[in-house]
């Protein structure tokens, strides 16, 4: 079996509301390895997006502790935490939140900026990923220039650029047409075959039916965690 | 982020809103603006004052020993000036007992001037500056000849009715014709005219050229002072380094010739170049104390407008902050971001307003008398605090960007 990258323990997050306590998360375990292809499926009010944000290192643990790739990141600060969501989380979003001034090409740089590397190196690395996207031909166009299928696979671009330890999807195909959803999902398909862990959260079935585990959220608990024979389709891809 | 990196990004903000970030800038423009030809227009001045001014109406390593202060623009008491109406007028007695007992190496000309009318076949000339003079007085003023020859010490001592003109009144008077050993009659008094002075141009719009020349000794002498008195005895010293002992020298014979005692204030005066640009050293003195006022307002103007254009962009720029941070933007990158774009925006408006305020001064310079010349320093002075202002006005909002929260950031639409 592969190693551990991510690894939760007694994870719960609560937040004040106005005046009210929410406990978004009671209590979480979870174990996620090296290659795994995991949907983190729950209707809304589970805690799925609170769980989206402490496994994507932009929130922190009101109780528990969360190691990734080693490190414990649930005692981290501010610029620690980003430090690692540079280095070891690729972020895929719903609304792509590319920067729309910026060309294809500069938005897939932009991890490499903050990860200090220099101009020549990080043009030529973020070529490398949009050519893995299948986007080589497109890289000067800006967002606006681009399909909805097209801006998504720059974000995975964006994601995969600085060879994240998790690529970590918040319902990556939620703003696209079904055809186009499939096309992206085969490209997470094509990623994960790769050797990428894959880590997608989600409320659509059929798009978690991809993952190989799925984590069931309800209440802010698992409710159930099992795996999934993988699809005859991805097994072809 | 590299600095470089920064930078790139705030012009690629800027231009993507170029009006906007005109008008934000339209305050740091003015206050630039200001200092650029305010600096100009005195420093051009300074450099008039000093050498042109000072150089053709005082006379370089020249002093003048007279009754009172020629120029004397600021306020003066009553009671001064009726002190210097009071005072001996400096005779030719003087003259001679200076030059006399001199013993630092200098020329001499005495000098007594008036405003004539100068006439030459019918037509008129008023209001020419009549100078009698010694013969030296061309040498001391550094007055070459264009046509013709100045007077020498001998028709000074014969009395001679020769007259030397200006380059203006020869224009002026003869239109073309050729005015030597033509007589011209100054005041009434008949002169033979011997010889016409190069151009000198002219001070603050003002003709240098305008003035006939003649010997101490001629009838037209008449004219300008009562007999053995003169307006002024020109002294120069030989080398630039004896002016002062000359003028110390000139002071102390004045005193012992006068018998003023230990303390007592002197009854003459002395003009100096140094002396007459003492007046516009107050004038740019008031100046200068006031253009960090006016600069000043403009520029806390500028930088608050700045502030607040910046806090409407952190806000319109939520998203991408958010953006920015998921992707492993530190606070610090995000706050150097926002500085280093304000410090941008500010230092365009600075870079704008040097170049209307040159432009302002050269305007001025082109369609007054008023001379201008650039000062390095207001330049750098101008980037500088544009750059400061900037930045002072661009840490509040990047500290507010700085600060967001991602996961909101994230989520604001």
């Known amino acids: 079996m592969n190693e551990v990258v991510i690894k939760l323990e007694g994870i719960t997050r609560e937040y004040l509301m106005g005046t009210e306590q929410v406990r978004a998360l009671r209590g979480v375990d979870l174990e996620i390895r090296r290659n795994e292809y995991v949907a983190i499926m729950g209707p809304s009010g589970s805690g799925k997006s609170t769980m989206m944000n402490l496994l994507g290192c932009l929130d922190t643990p009101s109780a528990g502790r969360y190691w990734l790739n080693g490190h414990e990141v649930s005692r981290m600060q501010d610029d620690d935490l980003a430090r690692i969501r540079n280095r070891e989380i690729g972020f895929v979003f719903q609304t792509f939140n590319l920067l729309p001034r910026a060309s294809a090409l500069a938005n897939v740089e932009l991890p490499l900026v903050y990860a200090g590397i220099s101009g020549r190196d990080r043009r030529r690395r973020a070529e490398t990923a949009l050519q893995r996207v299948g986007l080589g031909e497109r890289m000067h166009h800006k967002p606006n220039e681009l399909s909805g299928g097209q801006r998504q696979r720059v974000a995975i671009a964006r994601a995969l650029v600085n060879e994240p330890s998790i690529l970590l999807a918040d319902e990556p195909t939620g703003n696209l047409?079904?055809?186009?959803?499939?096309?992206?999902?085969?490209?997470?398909?094509?990623?994960?075959?790769?050797?990428?862990?894959?880590?997608?959260?989600?409320?659509?079935?059929?798009?978690?039916?991809?993952?190989?585990?799925?984590?069931?959220?309800?209440?802010?608990?698992?409710?159930?965690?099992?795996?999934?024979p993988p699809r005859a389709a991805e097994a072809a891809a | 982020m590299p600095f470089f990196e920064a930078v790139k990004l705030a012009l690629s903000s800027i231009r993507a809103q170029k009006l906007k970030s005109f008008f934000s800038l339209v305050g740091v423009l003015i206050g630039v603006t200001f200092l650029i030809a305010v600096v100009s227009i005195v420093q051009g001045m300074n450099v008039y004052m000093t050498d042109k001014?000072?150089?053709?109406?005082?006379?370089?390593?020249?002093?003048?020993?007279?009754?009172?202060?020629?120029?004397?623009?600021?306020?003066?008491?009553?009671?001064?000036?009726?002190?210097?109406?009071?005072r001996p007028r400096i005779t030719i007695e003087d003259a001679a007992y200076v030059e006399s007992h001199m013993k630092t190496p200098v020329i001499f000309a005495r000098a007594g001037f008036d405003q004539e009318p100068v006439a030459w076949h019918g037509r008129i000339a008023q209001q020419i500056q009549l100078n009698t003079v010694d013969a030296e007085y061309f040498r001391i003023k550094h007055w070459d000849i264009a046509e013709g020859r100045a007077f020498t010490p001998q028709e000074v001592t014969a009395n001679a009715e020769v007259a030397v003109l200006g380059w203006d009144l020869a224009q002026k008077l003869f239109d073309g014709h050729d005015p030597l050993g033509q007589t011209v009659s100054i005041g009434g008094l008949p002169h033979r005219v011997i010889g016409v002075v190069e151009e000198q141009g002219s001070v603050f719009g003002f003709s240098l050229d305008k003035f006939i020349v003649t010997p101490i000794t001629s009838p037209a002498r008449r004219l300008t002072n009562r007999p053995h008195v003169l307006d002024n005895l020109q002294v120069q010293a030989t080398d630039p380094t004896l002016m002062r002992a000359a003028v110390e020298e000139v002071d102390e014979l004045m005193r012992v010739r006068r018998g003023l005692k230990p303390g007592q204030a002197d009854n003459f005066h002395i003009e100096t170049s140094e002396s007459a640009l003492s007046t516009w050293d107050k004038i740019s003195k008031i100046l200068f104390l006031a253009l960090p006022g006016l600069v000043g307002i403009s520029l806390v103007v500028g930088g608050i407008v700045i502030m607040n254009i910046m806090l409407m962009a952190v806000v319109e720029r939520t998203r991408e902050i958010g953006i920015r941070k998921a992707l492993g933007a530190r606070s610090g990158d995000i706050m150097a971001q926002f500085v280093v774009e304000s410090a941008t925006l500010s230092m365009t408006g600075a870079v704008l307003g040097i170049g209307t305020g040159l432009l302002l001064a050269f305007t001025v310079r082109a369609l007054t008398p008023l001379p201008a010349a650039?000062?390095?320093?207001?330049?750098?002075?101008?980037?500088?605090?544009?750059?400061?202002?900037?930045?002072?006005?661009?840490?509040?909002?990047a500290r507010q960007a700085s600060r967001m929260d991602p996961i909101i950031a994230l989520g604001h639409e």
């Open chain 1, 177 to 228: 047409d079904s055809t186009t959803s499939e096309e992206i999902m085969r490209v997470f398909g094509a990623l994960h075959a790769q050797g990428q862990t894959v880590v997608l959260v989600t409320h659509e079935a059929d798009i978690a039916a991809h993952a190989h585990r799925v984590v069931l959220l309800r209440d802010g608990r698992v409710d159930s965690d099992r795996s999934t």
């Open chain 2, 53 to 86: 001014f000072a150089g053709a109406l005082v006379g370089v390593n020249t002093f003048q020993l007279q009754q009172q202060p020629n120029f004397q623009m600021g306020p003066t008491s009553e009671e001064q000036r009726r002190e210097w109406h009071r």
């Open chain 2, 374 to 397: 650039v000062a390095p320093w207001s330049i750098g002075l101008g980037v500088g605090l544009g750059v400061l202002v900037g930045i002072i006005a661009g840490v509040y909002p």
